[in-house]
């Protein structure tokens, strides 16, 4: 996993289900690196709210799960995968 250890908390955002932000989860906790794990259990927590801001703020394109690191939001399980690989 990147270099995420000495840093602040990476967030991580999905459904509340194991889903497809399961292997985001292993691969922090392998890793040993701290995180924020969000879970959205209503549609409108995600899109009434955060999804809006996300996009306002840190991506056109946001999406689920997500991958937040500072000031960068990545989208999309896969691309979640290679931002943190």
Not at 32 to 41: K, L, M, P, W
Not at 53 to 81: F, H
């Amino acid at each position: 996993l990147r270099d995420l250890a000495p840093m602040a908390p990476i967030e991580i955002g999905y459904w509340d289900i194991r889903g497809l932000a399961a292997p985001l989860r292993m691969m922090c906790d392998a890793a040993g690196v701290e995180y924020i794990d969000t879970q959205y259990d209503t549609e409108e927590k995600w899109f009434d709210q955060d999804k809006p801001r996300l996009i306002q703020t840190m991506s056109p394109l946001a999406n689920l799960p997500y991958v937040i690191d500072g000031e960068k939001c990545v989208c999309q399980s896969t691309a979640c995968m290679v931002y943190l690989g």
